[in-house]
């Protein structure tokens, strides 16, 4: 069955750096798009970004812009976010996403900013 599997969130404080991974099985990964979501409390899911299957071209959401970096490892069937120079703004349980038609969400890791 379809298993994605986020890790790598915590506590950073203001300007620190985190690397979440997202490790998926069930399903061929390499032929599909990814999407990394996140929820803050309180607040709608929103798509921070998004990789393609074929060029690697990506998307951002514009609060993560110059800070934040999507990639993919098709041959570990893994996704990454590099989130570099957190704000406490982007606290928040970040998802990994497949949608072939319908959405499939991992667990979720929590990622916390604050001093």
């Known amino acids: 069955q379809v298993q994605l599997v986020e890790s790598g969130g915590g506590l950073v404080q203001p300007g620190g750096s985190l690397r979440l991974s997202c490790t998926a099985s069930?399903?061929?990964?390499?032929?599909?798009?990814m999407r990394w979501y996140r929820q803050a409390l309180g607040k709608e899911r929103e798509l921070v970004a998004a990789?393609?299957?074929?060029?690697?071209?990506?998307i951002y959401t514009d609060s993560v812009k110059g800070r934040f970096t999507i990639s993919r490892d098709n041959a570990k069937n893994t996704m990454y976010l590099q989130m570099n120079s957190l704000k406490p703004e982007d606290t928040a349980v970040y998802y990994c996403n497949w949608r072939p038609g319908k959405n499939y969400w991992g667990q979720g890791t929590q990622v916390t900013v604050s001093s």
């Open positions: 069930g399903f061929s990964f390499s032929n599909y798009p």
């Open positions: 990789i393609s299957s074929t060029d690697g071209s990506t």
